[in-house]
């Protein structure tokens, strides 16, 4: 399987009177590597400093670095990871949109100007969506606690995801937004919290909360406020496997009312991705978690596996992933690495649809798959068709705050996946390619327009506005 890699420069005092180089370029082959780039610091009689760039698996990194150290003729002055650069003071920063550059202008923005538009908002609260940050702003907040599959790390390893999220906001939606990392677990807490900033929020993104707190965390958020709260874990996922699934099923010629649904790995996502597909118009759903395929009406101790059971299996079928995975049309899986096996691929339907979506490592190995079946999709970059949540969120939230929508409801969603499906065209369409890239720029206005239009038709829009406006 592809692994992930990162670019270090290694700065190396280099004996001039040795063999040495040869020795590094070697020992950097060893670790897996490739040097991708020399530059001469400086040179002297008796040695030579020189930046060598190297590409490797992090995990190689500090055995490649534990071997420059000790090596005959060579110092190892520095080592700078790219990544770790990438990061250093944060990757964002609020910049005023108004210029303080006298008196005048400092009395506009600030004392005594500014009492009038504080009156005035005391006086119509609305107004501070108009007058105020508040109608392009989001509060990415988390706890910590189920942070990219690295798990309960806590708030302040937490901080970096969530300024990245804050700089996809910026970057594809032009949306500011802002990291709320909390020191607190408890859904109580959680919730008082997020009340109590969100009068500066024009809506609430929840990320990487651990199951089942964030079922509850959300639903009480979203019953309470009168702004958008939208757990991206769930639902982003969600939507975005739908409009994958869309296209997957245009190439195969099935149809969602036809198919047969296995999804494995009922927390977050898996909830949500159930539930959407429902939807969407599936009817043949089966949900496996650790307990196998979920019956309905069997009490597993679990809300939510409770609540998905419920709605799904009209077949009543029992037993482990390899006995649901008979006959299926897709495969969902948002579960863990390995769960999924080469036999179970060859017991589904012919044109076989898997999205192994476990991160970083897919329920089973994309290499091993792809000859198995018609379409393969997975969470990661370094394989075709990534399933990226960077492909809903930021049109959503866009189209949501500019039409002032209370919730961001099921219709929204749905209309946002097929918003994303429909940017794929027939001339574009292929096993390798079932959804945009997160670079195409139609991306977020599409979804935004879409998101918008469902907002005004399912009543939840404070502004009736045309999508193009």
């Known amino acids: 399987m592809t692994r992930t890699t990162t670019t270090v420069v290694f700065r190396l005092e280099i004996a001039a009177a040795s063999a040495a180089f040869g020795a590094v370029v070697a020992a950097v082959g060893d670790a897996g590597g490739d040097v991708v780039a020399l530059n001469v610091v400086r040179t002297g009689g008796d040695t030579t400093v020189r930046d060598v760039t190297v590409q490797l698996s992090p995990d190689s990194q500090p055995l490649l670095a534990d071997r420059l150290r000790s090596m005959p003729g060579v110092r190892l002055i520095d080592e700078s990871d790219s990544i770790f650069l990438a990061h250093l003071g944060g990757k964002i920063q609020v910049v005023p949109t108004t210029p303080v550059r006298n008196r005048e202008e400092l009395s506009r923005v600030y004392t005594p100007g500014v009492a009038r538009v504080s009156l005035a908002i005391r006086d ?20 910590g606690s189920a942070v990219l599959g690295l798990g309960n790390i806590g708030p302040e390893a937490a901080m970096p995801v969530m300024e990245g999220k804050a700089m996809l906001f910026k970057q594809f939606a032009d949306l500011n937004a802002f990291p709320i990392c909390l020191r607190t677990q408890d859904p109580d807490e959680i919730v ?27 639903r009480r958020l979203q019953e309470e406020l009168d702004i958008p709260v939208f757990h991206d874990d769930q639902h982003g996922t969600a939507v975005v496997i739908l409009a994958g699934l869309i296209n997957a099923l245009r190439l195969v010629g099935k149809s969602t009312g036809s198919l047969r649904v296995v999804v494995c790995g009922i927390g977050a996502a898996g909830a949500a991705c159930a539930e959407m597909l429902l939807a969407a118009g599936v009817r043949d759903l089966i949900a496996v978690d650790r307990e196998g395929a979920l019956v309905p009406g069997v009490d597993y101790g679990n809300p939510t596996l409770n609540r998905i059971a419920a709605v799904t299996n009209p077949r009543r079928l029992a037993g482990p992933l390899s006995e649901a995975i008979r006959g299926a049309d897709v495969f969902i899986g948002v579960s863990g690495p390995g769960v999924l096996q080469a036999n179970d691929l060859r017991r589904m339907a012919p044109d076989a649809i898997v999205f192994a979506m476990a991160n970083p490592e897919p329920e089973i190995d994309p290499d091993v798959a792809a000859p198995l079946v018609r379409v393969l999709a997975t969470g990661r970059s370094d394989y075709p068709n990534q399933i990226n949540n960077v492909l ?8 949501a705050l500019d039409c002032r929508a209370s919730v961001i409801n099921s219709e ?3 209309a946002a996946a097929r918003a994303i499906a429909g940017i794929v065209t027939e001339e574009e369409l292929h096993e390798r390619y079932i959804v945009p890239s997160i670079f195409n720029e139609q991306v977020v206005t599409q979804v935004r327009a879409a998101v918008i239009r469902a907002a005004v038709r399912t009543g939840v829009a404070a502004i009736v506005t045309e999508p193009g406006e």
């Open 124 to 143: 119509d609260p609305s107004k501070a969506f108009t007058l105020t940050a508040k109608r392009n702003t989001v509060a990415v907040v988390t706890d």
């Open 192 to 218: 008082r919290i997020v009340k109590a900033i969100s009068p500066g929020f024009g809506g609430i993104n929840l990320e990487d909360i651990g199951s089942p707190r964030c079922f509850e965390i959300e």
């Open 392 to 399: 809903c969120f930021p049109g959503i939230f866009r189209g």
């Open 412 to 414: 929204m969603k749905l």
